[in-house]
């Protein structure tokens, strides 16, 4: 009885309105739409979460990779580094070692250190010394290697260091032209026994040699002369004087112009052309050297091997190479020969260098520095 009444019961219900339908269309509307909506934020966020962790991924292996980069590069740097302080110090001490002029040093703390002692020539040297300091206010010193070029190699470099031009003469005459001279248009045929110093070479290829020494002098020159700038110059000095293959060439250019200076003078005497400076008949005075034949053989072959230039011989240096040489002879303290010139007789737009030797064998560069 109570089901069929409650069939009945629905039966007799009346139907939903317009208004309840659109209501309850409405709600599941907004249902579904609530449901849509949050399954699309979350989905928004994880999304938004997976781009972040994998910005952040990537920015951390790129630091990683730059750090990486960054650590082998200055593990590259570091050992760049290393190797070459350790190759610049080797190269420096290297080129300090063969440095044939030595870097300036105190003068009485030199002759402190190499005249020790009490004895009478010890003391005489020490005076010497101290006069050149309080009287002539030389301050330094450079040391020469102590060979048979010490002369010729103290005044080329201050001539170098100094930025002293060529001489007049020089510049008038091509001097690599001088042996061929020699040779050919006065018939010196001797000059194939001119010795190379230490290399004691003599023979027909002595011409093209003197050659190759005549254009490293006259190009060395004229680069060096041509720098104004003082610093500059005295580096380029220091490395050409520490090569000893290209400071021997330059002397040995030397000693070739002095016997063709001695050649000259020696043609002008015989033909008796002109008066010729009174150095050059002290030269040819010797029974060493009468002609420049005997010249040659007995005195400028030896320079460089088992000899060195004489007194007599640096006038004809300071003369041909128009410098004034003063030198301090410490072993002549308080005589008249203390102080010399070479030439005695010069012109007075030379310039002057200045030596000091303590035995007339070794000479060193004295000079002062404000």
């Known amino acids: 009885m109570q089901r069929q009444h409650h069939r009945n019961a629905s039966k ?25 909506v949050q399954s699309w934020t979350r989905a928004a966020k994880q999304s938004l979460w997976q781009k972040v962790i994998q910005l952040g991924m990537s920015f951390l292996i790129a630091v990683f990779q730059c750090c990486r980069r960054l650590y082998n590069c200055l593990v590259l740097l570091l050992k760049w580094w290393k190797s070459r302080w350790i190759s610049g110090s ?90 061929e001279k020699l040779l050919y248009s006065q018939g010196c045929n001797w000059i194939q026994q001119y010795s190379f110093g230490p290399e004691r070479y003599t023979g027909p290829n002595a011409f093209g040699k003197l050659r190759k020494c005549m254009e490293a002098l006259k190009t060395n020159w004229s680069e060096i002369s041509s720098i104004k700038d003082h610093e500059e110059r005295g580096n380029i000095c220091n490395t050409l004087f520490s090569d000893e293959s290209k400071e021997h060439k330059l002397y040995e250019a030397i000693k070739f112009i002095m016997l063709y200076e001695v050649v000259e003078a020696y043609e002008q005497m015989k033909n008796r052309e002109k008066h010729i400076p009174n150095l050059f008949s002290l030269l040819l005075a010797r029974d060493s050297s009468s002609d420049p034949l005997s010249f040659m053989m007995n005195h400028l072959n030896a320079i460089g091997d088992s000899g060195r230039l004489e007194q007599v011989e640096m006038f004809l240096l300071g003369y041909l190479l128009e410098v004034k040489i003063r030198v301090y002879r410490l072993h002549k303290f308080n005589t008249e020969e203390f102080q010399v010139s070479y030439p005695d007789e010069y012109q007075r737009e030379w310039h002057e260098i200045s030596l000091l030797t303590e035995d007339d064998c070794y000479y060193h560069i004295p000079f002062t520095r404000t």
Request: hydrophobic content about 30%; charged content about 30%.
């Open 12 to 36: 007799n219900r009346e139907p939903f309105t317009e208004q309840e339908k659109r209501s309850r269309t409405n709600d599941a509307k907004r249902s579904v739409g609530g449901h849509e």
């Open 90 to 179: 080797y190269l420096q001490r290297k080129f300090i070692k063969n440095l044939s002029v030595s870097p300036e040093v105190d003068l009485l703390g030199y002759c402190t250190r190499e005249w020790k002692g009490d004895t009478k020539q010890a003391k005489h040297i020490q005076e010497a010394y101290e006069d050149l300091f309080w009287r002539y206010h030389i301050k330094y010193l450079r040391q020469v290697r102590r060979d048979n070029y010490c002369v010729l190699r103290a005044v080329l470099f201050q001539i170098f260091s100094q930025g002293i031009p060529f001489p007049s003469w020089m510049k008038e005459k091509d001097i690599l032209k001088l042996p």
